[in-house]
């Protein structure tokens, strides 16, 4: 994402009207939505370009999957099925591709050996690790076009989602 394309966005937020509020949901004001949408473009944007070059290799639906093994220690394909919103046959065959990739292993669960877990490998971890050193050049990139102020001001927002 090229910072062009930042600051246009930026400027958009700016000018967006302050009074309208949203029907159907009161306290909250129709500049302010329309805020919200087109900062977490740009912001989702700059995400999904930092693991771009991935793609040939590596889709995102296997992306998503990998980085929710990795996230959790105690995952199933039941649960990762319900964690990407897809069917267990086809979250079983996405398993498949990735531990054919190297990428994850199943390996039985220390209380019932019927049950079987996904883990990350140590490629599946280091491409993790990857992933997440690209996003965060990503997210600094668009953080270096906001003032020390607007960065505050969203770090404040943004950690008021995780206290609800």
Same mark, same amino acid.
């Given at each position: 994402?090229?910072?062009?394309?930042?600051?246009?966005?930026?400027?958009?937020?700016?000018?967006?009207?302050?009074?309208?509020?949203?029907?159907?949901?009161?306290?909250?004001? &129709? +500049? #302010?939505?329309?805020?919200?949408?087109? =900062? /977490? @473009?740009?912001? $989702?944007? !700059?995400?999904?370009? *930092?693991?771009?070059?991935?793609?040939?290799?590596?889709?995102?639906?296997?992306?998503?999957?990998?980085?929710?093994? &990795? +996230? #959790?220690?105690?995952?199933?394909?039941? =649960? /990762? @099925?319900?964690? $990407?919103? !897809?069917?267990?046959? *086809?979250?079983?065959?996405?398993?498949?591709?990735?531990?054919?990739?190297?990428?994850?292993?199943?390996?039985?669960?220390? +209380?019932?050996?019927?049950?079987?877990?996904?883990?990350?490998?140590?490629?599946?971890?280091?491409?993790?690790?990857?992933?997440?050193?690209?996003?965060?050049?990503?997210?600094?990139?668009?953080?270096?076009?906001?003032?020390?102020?607007?960065?505050?001001?969203?770090?404040?927002?943004?950690?008021?989602?995780?206290?609800?």
């Amino acid at each position: 994402m090229n910072q062009d394309t930042v600051q246009l966005d930026a400027g958009q937020l700016r000018a967006a009207p302050l009074d309208r509020a949203t029907p159907g949901c009161p306290g909250v004001i &129709d +500049a #302010d939505l329309q805020r919200a949408e087109a =900062g /977490l @473009a740009v912001l $989702l944007e !700059a995400w999904q370009q *930092a693991i771009e070059e991935l793609g040939a290799m590596l889709p995102p639906a296997q992306v998503r999957a990998l980085l929710a093994v &990795d +996230a #959790d220690a105690c995952l199933n394909v039941t =649960g /990762l @099925a319900r964690m $990407l919103g !897809a069917s267990s046959s *086809a979250t079983s065959r996405l398993c498949d591709r990735l531990v054919a990739a190297g990428l994850v292993a199943r390996v039985p669960a220390a +209380a019932s050996r019927r049950e079987i877990l996904l883990r990350p490998t140590e490629s599946g971890r280091r491409l993790v690790a990857w992933i997440g050193d690209q996003r965060r050049a990503a997210l600094i990139r668009v953080l270096e076009t906001i003032s020390p102020d607007g960065r505050a001001d969203l770090a404040r927002g943004i950690s008021e989602l995780f206290l609800q």
